[in-house]
Every structure is written in structure tokens, then in C-alpha cells.
């Protein structure tokens, strides 16, 4: 079974400033996807990044990318130029990529804090 | 609807009794997906539908929990006679089809006393 591992449970950064919030993954599939997750107070979960596992290329969003390391089985994600919206719990998670397959697991995901 | 509507938004019930949560998805949407998401926790992989038929029901805990989407529209979660384990956030997601980008509601947070 496939599982998400978040290791750091809470990490705060400066308005403005970059952070870099770390997700590793153990699987033995070759494909599959791997996302990102904002889930403010209001508990709705938002999509932030996708990355698929076999573009070489990470992904980029406007201020939100992706650090891709597939053969150490590690997905970053890079938010640059803090904004105090984007305080909230973000969750890592990953989706097999084979047939039939849809659901998603998580990392029991990590809360950041923007400071003025 | 603009988005996923999930009702009631709380719900508190008393230990063994029997409760439903209700799903409305994106129209047109086919996919629909319910997720539990305990304190502290990421959300976890409940059932999955494709139309009206649950495609994987592999995360339901035990038989207690059911559920169903008779019109392959709203889809509705239901807990027989609950425990205080099963309080959690429960999360609803659709999609458009098959691996696509899942939007999810905002969940029913069901507290059981």
C-alpha cells in the first residue's frame, strides 16, 4: 500500500518571504500522480499543484512549485512571496495512475503560518 | 450549484443511533468520492462512485457504513448505529470524469456523544 509521510507537523514564514513545506511518498508503482491541498478553516480542500510522475518537468503555479524527486521518492512544494492567505493546513497526497484507481492518500498534512 | 454542497454542515447525535450525510456534487459531474478525516489527521478514502455505481467501497471501515447514489446525482453517507469513533469530518468530492481534478465540499462534521 501506498503512504504519504508530512514530517513536519507546523512551520510559520515572514509575509513575502519563501517556504518550502516537505512530503515523501513510498510506492513501488512507476506511475501515478502526486498533489498539493490547501485546506483553510473553512475545511474545503483546494487544489494548489499536480504533478505527474512521468513529466521530468515540475510543476508550476503563479507563486506555488514543485520539487520533484522521483527516485527519492520526494515532493516539495515551494511558495514564494508569502501572502497571509495562505495560511492554512496543506496536505500532500498521491493517486496511483492505474486503471480503475481514483482515490487519493494523504499526509496528515502540515499547518503554516504567515506572519505579518 | 456553483460548487460541492455537503449537508448538514454539523451534526451531533447521540451514540447508536443512525445518521445520514448528504452530498450534492457539480452538476454534470459523474465521479463523486466520500472521505473521512479524523482530528489531526488527513482525509481517508472512504468509496468512490462512477455514475450510480460505487466503482471502490474498499475504505468503508465496517458494515455500519453504506452508501448510495440512486440517480448517479446526490449521493448520501450512511452510519448505523454510531460510536464515538466514527466523529470525524466527512468530506465529499466530485469530478467531471475519471482523472480529472476532484473538487471537494466542505464537509459534514459529525460529532457523536
Known amino acids: 500500500a501506498q503512504t504519504v509521510t508530512q514530517s513536519q507537523p507546523e512551520m510559520s514564514v515572514q509575509e513575502a518571504e519563501t517556504v518550502t513545506l516537505s512530503c515523501t511518498y513510498d510506492?513501488?508503482?512507476?506511475?501515478?500522480?502526486l498533489f498539493w491541498y490547501k485546506q483553510p478553516p473553512s475545511r474545503q480542500m483546494i487544489l494548489v499543484i499536480r504533478?505527474?510522475?512521468?513529466?521530468?518537468q515540475n510543476a508550476t503555479e503563479n507563486r506555488f512549485s514543485v520539487n520533484f524527486q522521483k527516485a527519492a521518492k520526494s515532493f516539495s512544494l515551494k511558495i514564494s512571496d508569502s501572502q497571509l492567505g495562505d495560511a492554512a493546513m496543506y496536505f500532500c497526497?498521491?493517486?496511483?495512475?492505474?486503471?480503475?484507481?481514483?482515490?487519493?492518500?494523504f499526509g496528515k498534512g502540515m499547518k503554516l503560518t504567515v506572519n505579518p | 450549484g456553483a460548487g460541492v454542497s455537503q449537508t448538514p454542515s454539523n451534526k451531533v447525535t447521540e451514540k447508536g443511533k443512525y445518521v445520514e450525510l448528504r452530498c450534492d456534487p457539480i452538476?454534470?459531474?459523474?465521479?463523486l468520492y466520500w472521505y473521512r478525516q479524523s482530528l489531526g489527521q488527513g482525509p481517508e478514502f472512504l468509496i468512490y462512485?462512477?455514475?450510480?455505481?460505487?466503482?471502490?467501497d474498499s475504505g468503508l471501515p465496517n458494515d455500519r457504513f453504506f452508501a448510495v447514489r440512486p440517480e448517479g446525482s446526490v449521493s448520501t453517507l450512511k452510519i448505523q448505529r454510531t460510536e464515538r469513533g466514527d466523529s470525524a469530518v466527512y468530506l465529499c468530492?466530485?469530478?467531471?470524469?475519471?482523472?480529472?481534478?476532484?473538487?471537494f465540499g466542505q464537509g459534514t462534521r459529525l460529532t457523536v456523544v
Open positions: 468530492a466530485s469530478s467531471p470524469y475519471l482523472n480529472t481534478e476532484a473538487f
Open positions: 510506492t513501488s508503482e512507476s506511475d501515478y500522480y
Open positions: 504533478q505527474e510522475a512521468y513529466k521530468q
Open positions: 497526497a498521491y493517486r496511483s495512475a492505474q486503471g480503475g484507481s481514483e482515490k487519493l492518500v
Open positions: 452538476s454534470g459531474h459523474t465521479a
Open positions: 462512485f462512477q455514475g450510480t455505481g460505487a466503482a471502490d
